[in-house]
């Protein structure tokens, strides 16, 4: 349908919802959708005179209200955001900047004197924006109100845009190599957030915990869009580490459902209390394996269970995820252990690595998805782009198995196995193991070279009641085949296994320190 875009899609649920909360964040900050649409539609005008003929405009915000606007205005404004990963260092971002052409980019003073991070070439203020827009934005908060949205949208916005035209450039997480500009248009958005509406029966009360970036595919569609188009509140912290603050928003916007990683779930479980995520109905995990031990503790504290998913950029970023069980209608929605099914959009096979030949049901292979949320391609990268799509299916990298009642069971990745003396060898069973002696505290295998087997493993792990020697010793008598079995030298004890601003574990960091570690490079005693 031409027309049907993001900005929108807000227009038309702003007018409905008009003197209802949108947003809200940690400073204390609180918008009704009429004010956040007066508020972005006063700031689009403003970009247009401050950006004439650029395309693309950069945001570094983190999530917050200011944040929401800022994207919600450069789609107003005929232009495209892209929010710039302001943890990934100064190359990536740079990068990203050269990649899109960007010569303005949206930021604060405030952030980045908080952040302790330089003011990037092009820096246009929010701070300054609000000031010079405060009077239209009185202006446009009356047109909003008593004018028709398509009278709206005639006046002050480009509704002749296609929903496959580009909407945003997400940069992917780069844990395992460079980060690559991954192009999702209107469509690929609001798939999914139609799809994810389907799943998660969301009602004009609900209200969603939002903490995770908006340079992160699910960040940007599930925590920003999904609740402006939807009609709900968000309220945002840019902290996901930060379980105090986050119990208290919780507690104090009464909100329904959150979506984090289980690291950060396992910081709130030891946190939070469970008066302060009493009103949580949602509880939704991704972006790494769920173990186990993290599960049972959360459910065991806040009676709620939590329900993983799954998703890869590509995809805008939703796959399959695990809903609540409908008891009254005898629906299984949920399977501890999988990822759930596939969303109501989505399309997934288990197909031969090699040969490329479906699978049976629950026989372990690579698994490929595809559905209107696939992405456009990468950016600037059509070779990459063909690569990773075989006639029309994305090619995701995850070896799973989907079972007859439709649940994907991750086992793990691709590029995440070692080929040790002629073995392939994975590297999350060897992590799922060590969970197992460590409990809940991270960890994590990687490999490096090795002269003698091509290739050996390394572990860490954060646990200061197991020793090096305990584990090696606990491991041996585990199960797991002995060449799976890191030595004893390659087993180390760190303070905190390395992530990146989206709460995934960073790869090539432990890469990095295995080989200073256990590369011949330095030596280090056990931590």
């Known amino acids: 349908m031409r027309g049907d875009l993001l900005p929108l899609r807000f227009l038309k649920t702003a007018r409905r919802r008009f003197f209802s909360l949108a947003m809200a964040d940690s400073s204390g900050t609180e918008l009704t959708f009429g004010k956040a649409l007066a508020g972005s539609l006063a700031l689009a005008r403003w970009l247009r005179r401050k950006s004439p003929g650029e395309r693309m405009i950069g945001i570094m915000v ?291 690595p090699e040969s490329g030949q479906p699978v049976k049901p629950g026989r372990e292979g690579l698994l490929l998805v595809k559905g209107a949320n696939l992405m456009l391609g990468y950016l600037n990268a059509p070779d990459k782009t063909r690569e990773v799509l075989r006639d029309g299916w994305y090619v995701t990298g995850d070896i799973a198995t989907i079972d007859e009642e439709g649940f994907i069971r991750l086992t793990d990745r691709l590029s995440r196995f070692s080929k040790i003396a002629g073995e392939m060898v994975p590297h999350l069973k060897i992590e799922e193991a060590i969970a197992e002696i460590v409990g809940d505290s991270p960890c994590v295998v990687t490999a490096i070279p090795d002269e003698a087997r091509s290739e050996k493993l390394v572990a860490f792990y954060t646990n200061k009641d197991v020793s090096r020697e305990a584990l090696w010793v606990l491991l041996s008598n585990s199960e797991l085949p002995k060449l799976w079995i890191p030595k004893r030298e390659n087993l180390y004890r760190i303070e905190a296994i390395p992530q990146l601003g989206t709460g995934k574990v960073d790869l090539k960091a432990i890469r990095a320190l295995a080989l200073e570690l256990a590369g011949g490079i330095t030596t280090s005693k056990d931590g």
Request: charged share 20%; hydrophobic share 45%.
């Open 62 to 352: 983190p999530a917050s209200v200011g944040g929401a606007l800022a994207n919600i205005a450069v789609l107003f404004a005929g232009k495209i955001p892209v929010n710039l990963n302001f943890t990934a260092g100064r190359e990536a971002m740079a990068t990203a900047i050269e990649q899109c052409q960007i010569r303005t980019v949206l930021t604060s003073r405030l952030f980045l004197a908080k952040a302790k991070l330089e003011k990037p070439e092009g820096a246009c203020f929010l701070e300054d924006a609000t000031k010079e827009i405060a009077a239209v934005a009185k202006l446009m908060w009356f047109a909003g109100l008593l004018f028709p949205a398509r009278v709206i949208e005639r006046l002050l916005v480009d509704g002749s845009r296609h929903p496959d035209e580009l909407a945003t450039v997400i940069f992917s997480s780069g844990s395992t190599g460079l980060p690559k500009g991954v192009m999702l248009s209107h469509r690929n958005v609001l798939t999914v957030c139609d799809a994810t509406s389907r799943v998660y029966w969301m009602t004009a009360d609900d209200r969603m915990m939002s903490v995770l970036p908006f340079f992160h595919a699910f960040g940007f569609t599930i925590c920003l869009w999904f609740p402006l188009v939807t009609g709900f509140a968000a309220v945002y912290h840019a902290n996901p580490t930060d379980a105090g603050t986050i119990g208290e928003m919780v507690r104090a916007y009464r909100a329904t459902i959150i979506l984090s990683t289980p690291t950060f779930y396992a910081g709130y479980t030891r946190k939070c209390t469970p008066e302060e995520f009493a009103t949580l109905r949602f509880a939704v995990v991704g972006a790494e394996k769920l173990r186990e031990p993290i599960a049972r503790a959360f459910k065991e504290k806040y009676g709620l269970d939590l329900l993983e998913g799954y998703g890869c950029t590509e995809m805008g970023p939703c796959v399959a995820v695990n809903v609540p069980d409908d008891a009254s209608a005898g629906q299984k929605g949920r399977k501890p252990g999988t990822v759930g099914r596939p969303l109501p959009s989505v399309a997934a096979k288990i197909v031969d």
